[in-house]
């Protein structure tokens, strides 16, 4: 059961051992989930780093980390978007909420699953009618 949506700042904490972060998802690990959105995002990051890099051992050191946050990512049950998800994602776009996209996908995963969205992201997230938030980083 998916109770709670990472998006992927928290997940960024989390991969850093942010303390409450850690505490939060260890309090509540089988219902805490990241999404395809985070995982799409997290990837992105790393290969667009890569592209920029010339030394070898800053390669190498990159490459560690896309391993560890591979290995992170495996953790976590990976919500996906799902048709249902898809037709939530386009009725908030009617909306113009002035969100971006991603986290758009985000809370319409989470609607979707009636979940809560763990995010410091509250300015966002807090314009999507009938999202539920929280902010575990504090």
């Known amino acids: ?15 850093h051992q942010h303390t409450a972060v ?10 805490t989930s990241v999404t395809t ?22 390669y190498a050191r990159t490459s560690r980390r896309i391993a560890t ?5 495996s953790l976590f049950q990976i919500a996906h978007m799902s048709e249902s998800a898809l037709a939530r994602f386009d009725s908030l776009l009617k909306l113009k909420l002035n969100v971006g996209r991603m ?5 319409a995963i989470a609607l979707d699953a009636n979940g ?7 300015r966002d997230f807090g314009r999507v009618p009938g999202l539920t938030i929280v902010d575990w980083s504090v």
């Open 22 to 31: 850690v505490a939060q998802v260890d309090a509540s690990f089988s219902e």
């Open 37 to 58: 959105i985070t995982v799409e995002e997290q990837f992105a990051g790393w290969f667009a780093k890569l592209q920029q890099l010339r030394l070898p051992t800053e």
């Open 116 to 122: 809560t969205v763990v995010t410091r992201n509250a």
């Open 103 to 107: 986290d758009l996908r985000i809370a």
């Open 1 to 15: 059961m998916i109770r709670f949506v990472m998006d992927t700042d928290t997940f960024t904490l989390f991969c």
């Open 69 to 73: 946050t591979a290995r992170l990512l």
